[in-house]
């Protein structure tokens, strides 16, 4: 080494070094995992191309929402705080899109002459544009680089339900409850914990219009497994699937299922006449409630159930208060049945299993409407209403992909709130020098979050475009 010059800083200046902080570092994996397994690449491909090449790409554009989803971000408004974010930018390697410019963007998945034949009066569910349709073949890629790259096991729970969501918007119409909003219904695959299918509905929709179309493009979402076997398929929904039609139609696929049967005044006597010895202990609840169930040997006037075959089976729960209890609407007893083509399991499990769809379809309610965005839409227009939710559907599909590929065990079940505290608020620098880019980070997370997420996302095997 020569000896420093004592007249002057004996050192050849350069430029090309910068850098860029942000406190969201960890949201990287998200983003390698976006790009890794073709989501950003679906986006490109079937959404309709932009009128002008210029500014954010559609593949950027549903990314861009993914990150903001997946950061917090609740609305539109909230891009413009994170477009602060001068390391996210950089990471990301584009700038983030304005609000007005998002809204713009969302606005053109609304086609006006879907809606031009909406009745004054009833349930009215328009067509899809084609940037909706675009939208579904991007959830529906996320589901095959999910069977890619995870090699689930053959069973395929279809759970299917809707849920209210309550809005001041004048569009928003009057739902069962009193209130006006809004009422999508899901299905969601119970095993992988990803939704397969989604459809936005008014707030006067019933959720079992449609209802066995949508299990339909559910199922179809599904790629042929590698092993070449079929998929064991199963149903599970309130009394909103409870038509003959319905049940019929998944029969006749060999499906399982179990739905809730409402209880007609047939139903109920053949109950209510059970003796007492035909009832099944089941569990006893908080303040002493006793819960008990029955088979029911009922079959139904209806024309569609006397056919030739095997009848469906019929399974009643009995709820009853302490002596001296009453329910809030002042009875003691309250009865309810299930309705079931399982002639095999014993009563009691099928029971159990029919009711964990709370645990499964009513957790990615709560996760879509709480921690996601699909708590409040941004619109007046269905269309920009119904991408909103097919975009919340996507980051909820991407980050239970990331879970089940990129990070520890212990996370799998970890809901958004807690990927954002342990995984994405991260602090890093983005330091472009001599035309590379690098991420730096804290060494305790960049070694034990970032570097094997990354290398795990990197070894998968993700499905074709």
Same mark, same amino acid.
């Given at each position: 080494?020569?000896? &420093?010059?004592? @007249?002057?800083?004996?050192?050849?200046?350069?430029?090309?070094?910068?850098?860029?902080?942000?406190?969201?570092?960890?949201?990287?994996?998200?983003?390698?995992?976006?790009?890794?397994? /073709?989501?950003?690449?679906?986006?490109?491909?079937?959404?309709?191309?932009?009128?002008?090449?210029?500014?954010?790409? =559609?593949?950027?554009?549903?990314?861009?929402?993914?990150?903001?989803?997946?950061?917090?971000?609740?609305?539109?408004?909230?891009?413009?705080?994170?477009?602060? $974010?001068?390391?996210?930018?950089?990471?990301?390697?584009?700038?983030?899109? #304005?609000?007005?410019?998002?809204? !713009?963007?969302?606005?053109?998945?609304?086609?006006?002459?879907?809606?031009?034949?909406?009745?004054? =009066?009833?349930?009215?569910?328009?067509?899809?544009? *084609?940037?909706?349709?675009?939208?579904?073949?991007?959830?529906?890629?996320?589901?095959?680089?999910?069977? @890619?790259?995870? =090699?689930?096991?053959?069973?395929?729970?279809?759970?299917?339900?809707?849920?209210?969501?309550?809005?001041?918007?004048?569009? *928003?119409?009057?739902?069962?409850?009193?209130?006006?909003?809004?009422?999508?219904?899901?299905?969601?695959?119970?095993?992988?914990?990803?939704?397969?299918?989604?459809?936005?509905?008014?707030?006067?929709?019933?959720?079992?219009?449609?209802?066995?179309?949508?299990?339909?493009?559910?199922?179809?979402?599904?790629?042929?497994?590698? $092993?070449?076997?079929?998929?064991?398929?199963?149903?599970?929904?309130?009394?909103?699937?409870?038509?003959?039609?319905?049940?019929?139609?998944?029969?006749?696929?060999?499906?399982?299922?179990?739905?809730?049967?409402?209880?007609? &005044?047939?139903?109920?006597?053949?109950?209510?006449?059970?003796?007492?010895?035909?009832?099944? &202990?089941? *569990?006893?609840?908080?303040?002493?409630?006793?819960?008990?169930? #029955?088979?029911?040997?009922?079959?139904?006037?209806?024309?569609?159930? !006397?056919?030739?075959?095997?009848?469906?089976?019929?399974?009643?729960?009995?709820?009853?208060?302490?002596?001296?209890?009453?329910? /809030?609407?002042?009875? @003691?007893?309250?009865?309810?049945?299930?309705?079931?083509?399982?002639?095999?399991?014993?009563?009691?499990?099928?029971?159990?299993?029919?009711?964990?769809?709370?645990?499964?379809?009513?957790?990615?309610?709560?996760?879509?409407?709480?921690?996601?965005?699909?708590?409040?839409?941004?619109?007046?227009?269905?269309?920009?209403?119904?991408?909103?939710?097919?975009?919340?559907?996507? @980051?909820?599909?991407?980050?239970?992909?990331?879970?089940?590929t990129a990070l520890e065990p212990q996370e799998r079940h970890a809901r958004p709130k807690r990927l954002r505290f342990a995984i994405f608020t991260q602090f890093g620098r983005v330091v472009h020098h001599a035309h590379q880019r690098f991420l730096r980070l804290v060494t305790r997370v960049l070694?034990?979050?970032?570097?094997?997420?990354?290398?795990?996302?990197?070894?998968?095997?993700?499905? *074709? &475009?």
């Open positions: 080494m020569r000896k &420093p010059s004592s @007249t002057g800083l004996d050192i050849d200046l350069q430029g090309g070094l910068s850098e860029a902080e942000t406190p969201h570092a960890g949201v990287a994996l998200l983003i390698e995992l976006g790009r890794r397994s /073709g989501v950003v690449g679906a986006a490109e491909r079937h959404l309709p191309r932009k009128k002008s090449v210029r500014g954010v790409g =559609q593949g950027q554009f549903v990314e861009s929402v993914v990150v903001l989803s997946a950061l917090g971000g609740d609305c539109l408004d909230d891009f413009d705080g994170l477009r602060r $974010d001068r390391g996210l930018a950089a990471l990301l390697g584009y700038e983030l899109p #304005a609000a007005s410019t998002a809204r !713009q963007w969302l606005d053109r998945f609304h086609d006006p002459q879907a809606v031009r034949d909406r009745p004054r =009066q009833g349930s009215f569910i328009p067509p899809e544009s *084609a940037g909706l349709a675009g939208l579904r073949a991007v959830v529906q890629h996320s589901v095959r680089t999910y069977v @890619t790259a995870v =090699q689930p096991g053959p069973a395929v729970t279809l759970d299917v339900d809707a849920h209210l969501v309550e809005s001041s918007k004048r569009s *928003a119409l009057p739902t069962y409850e009193g209130f006006r909003g809004y009422q999508p219904l899901l299905v969601a695959w119970a095993e992988a914990g990803l939704v397969l299918a989604d459809e936005f509905r008014d707030g006067n929709v019933p959720a079992s219009v449609g209802i066995r179309g949508l299990v339909d493009e559910a199922f179809a979402s599904l790629p042929g497994r590698s $092993d070449g076997e079929p998929w064991q398929v199963s149903v599970r929904s309130d009394s909103a699937a409870y038509e003959q039609d319905t049940l019929d139609h998944w029969q006749e696929r060999g499906w399982r299922f179990a739905v809730s049967a409402d209880l007609s &005044p047939q139903l109920r006597r053949e109950i209510v006449a059970l003796p007492f010895d035909a009832w099944q &202990p089941w *569990a006893t609840e908080a303040k002493g409630v006793v819960r008990e169930w #029955a088979e029911v040997a009922y079959v139904p006037s209806r024309r569609q159930e !006397q056919r030739e075959g095997q009848p469906s089976r019929y399974l009643a729960i009995r709820v009853r208060t302490p002596q001296g209890v009453l329910f /809030g609407d002042g009875s @003691t007893v309250k009865h309810f049945a299930v309705v079931t083509n399982d002639w095999t399991t014993e009563g009691q499990a099928l029971l159990q299993w029919q009711r964990g769809k709370a645990g499964t379809i009513e957790h990615v309610h709560r996760v879509l409407k709480d921690e996601l965005a699909a708590g409040v839409y941004p619109s007046d227009k269905f269309g920009a209403n119904a991408a909103w939710l097919r975009l919340q559907v996507l @980051t909820h599909n991407l980050l239970e992909l990331l879970k089940a070694e034990a979050v970032l570097r094997p997420g990354l290398r795990r996302v990197r070894a998968c095997a993700w499905a *074709a &475009p």
